[in-house]
């Protein structure tokens, strides 16, 4: 429930606090006193999106403050809009989004305007509306509904892509096998062009290197024919010197170990130069040889554009590609009856929600009816029509569409096609009163419930809006005299203008306001008697049918 409403710098509201009743609130006022500026800030606060137009011109922010209780907790809810184009909500004081704002107030405040009736005129809503009666004993199932829904979808997806995959694979099927064979014949090794790149440079200056490589080791070991002059044969001359009398001297005995290193390292340095000069042996056959392998790797890296790894890489995603297209059958047959499973845990539940939804559709067509005949819908009679669609969506696989004769003998026909203005208007009512009951909602604000009804029938409406009060609170925006007379609080909407600037006021009434504000609303003047004497007569009654 609403207790308070705090309204700052809002359009043409400087400033507005007024408190509400518990029960059935009425505020009128003549057209442009400001009606729509005091729903619209209502609405803002309870998430709507925040306009910064709406902030008065010559104020840098504008506030909304609604305090109230929900489930009998106190609630202090404030929406502050910047000049700027920023806006922060409040709850309790805490900083929330507009999600969660919208979330906290759905159980408890409703607001019903001229959009509402457009709602209900379009069929898709009615599945939605119906839904939300008993909501309590569909909408576990249409979660479950929704998560098998996504399921299906999601392995229905994977089998198709894998359909679309195959065809795309067998197109390519030859182009695969051809590369992949081509790369299986190269026998490619990682690093071999390295190695043939180094072994190729060796061929090309063999003589070169040969010539270098014997000097050396002549050097080292002297020639076959004088191995006097040689490095080694000198060095071991000094070690064999140096060992004879090495006792004698621990620092002769150091250089003499380190003369025998030296001749030991020399020694493998002259084996190694051995080697080498005995493997550059090349024939021009062989020269050729490498020179043809390596440029058979250079065209085969060209080609695809990678280095040796990278190729061997692809080749083994060809290999899967094609190991994929051998065994695309089996994979088909897998990921077809997967769909198939969800498909039928999917139509399972989707027909389990359809049988809930008939039994909702039932008992809402009966209280439906019951409301319209309170509401001067005498011969009317009211149906909800669930016809079973081809596919199966989020919310199953009904279609859902209200139906209504109006008239005695008439038939059944859709309620978008048949229904006037003011007929909506009630029919709309009808379906606030019955899903807000079942949504325990503790405040319902309808904005110009009146539209397209007047004498008797705004009559019923007002009652109706009065009987609704007795189990929660009502505000009613209207222009309506029936409808006001039935208020347990009225307040009036005024607009004055000062120095240029328009201000908004709020009035509380007392009995006589009350009276005088509805013999406004019968004849343009509080100054009528006639009017008052009306006035006077229509709360009477309207007291009357309260008690």
Aim: proline share 1%; net charge negative.
């Amino acid at each position: 429930m609403i207790d308070r409403i705090i309204i700052d710098n809002f359009a043409t509201i400087e400033h507005l606090s007024f408190d509400l009743g518990s029960g059935f609130n009425v505020i009128t006022g003549e057209t442009g006193a400001g009606k729509s500026v005091l729903v619209t800030a209502i609405s803002t606060v309870l998430g709507d999106r925040a306009d910064t137009s709406m902030v008065r011109t010559g104020a840098d922010r504008a506030f909304i403050q609604i305090a109230g209780t929900k489930a009998g907790e106190d609630v202090i809810l404030s929406r502050e809009i910047l000049s700027s184009g920023k806006s922060v909500s409040k709850l309790n004081g805490e900083m929330v989004t507009l999600g969660q704002i919208r979330a906290f107030c759905a159980d408890w405040v409703d607001i019903h305007g001229q959009y509402d009736n457009q709602q209900i005129l379009d069929q898709e809503n009615h599945i939605h509306i119906t839904d939300r009666f008993h909501a309590e004993a569909i909408s576990g199932e249409l979660e479950t509904l929704r998560q098998f829904y996504d399921a299906y979808k999601a392995a229905q997806k994977e089998y198709d892509d894998l359909l679309r995959a195959e065809a795309e694979a067998v197109r390519q099927k030859d182009y695969y096998d051809f590369e992949y064979k081509y790369i299986e014949g190269l026998h490619l090794a990682l690093g071999e062009d390295e190695e043939l790149r180094e072994r190729l440079a060796l061929m090309k200056n063999s003589e070169k290197i040969f010539q270098a490589v014997r000097s050396s080791y002549d050097a080292l070991c002297g020639s076959e024919y004088d191995n006097n002059g040689s490095v080694l044969g000198a060095l071991g001359h000094v070690t064999s010197e140096l060992s004879a009398v090495e006792e004698y001297s621990d620092q002769i005995k150091g250089l003499s170990s380190q003369a025998s290193d030296a001749y030991y390292s020399l020694e493998d340095v002259s084996s190694a130069l051995r080697d080498i000069m005995s493997g550059l042996s090349f024939s021009e056959a062989d020269l050729d040889a490498v020179s043809e392998r390596l440029s058979v790797i250079e065209d085969a890296k060209r080609k695809y554009n990678k280095n040796i790894e990278e190729i061997i890489e692809y080749q083994n995603e060809l290999s899967i590609k094609l190991d994929m297209i051998q065994n695309f059958d089996h994979e088909k047959a897998r990921l077809a009856d997967a769909a198939h499973k969800k498909r039928t845990e999917l139509e399972d539940q989707a027909e389990h929600v359809s049988e809930i939804r008939h039994i909702i559709a039932a008992r809402l067509s009966s209280a439906v009816t019951k409301e319209l005949r309170d509401l001067e819908f005498a011969n009317s009679e009211f149906s909800i029509d669930i016809q079973r669609q081809g596919d199966i969506g989020p919310l199953g696989f009904d279609r859902v569409e209200f139906l209504i004769s109006t008239n005695p003998g008439d038939p059944l026909m859709p309620l978008t096609k048949i229904a006037s203005g003011g007929e909506i208007s009630r029919i709309m009512l009808a379906f606030k009163r019955i899903i807000g009951e079942s949504d325990s909602v503790e405040t319902m604000i309808f904005d110009e419930i009146d539209t397209g009804i007047s004498g008797h029938t705004a009559l019923v409406v007002g009652k109706k809006l009065s009987e609704i009060s007795d189990h929660r609170q009502i505000i009613s925006v209207t222009h309506l005299p029936q409808i006001a007379a039935y208020g347990d609080d009225n307040f009036l909407i005024s607009k004055s203008i000062d120095s240029d600037k328009s201000f908004t006021n709020i009035e509380h009434l007392d009995r006589d306001g009350k009276t005088a504000m509805i013999a406004t609303l019968f004849s343009g003047s509080a100054d009528s008697e006639n009017a008052l004497q009306a006035a006077r007569e229509l709360i009477g009654e309207a007291e009357k049918s309260k008690s």
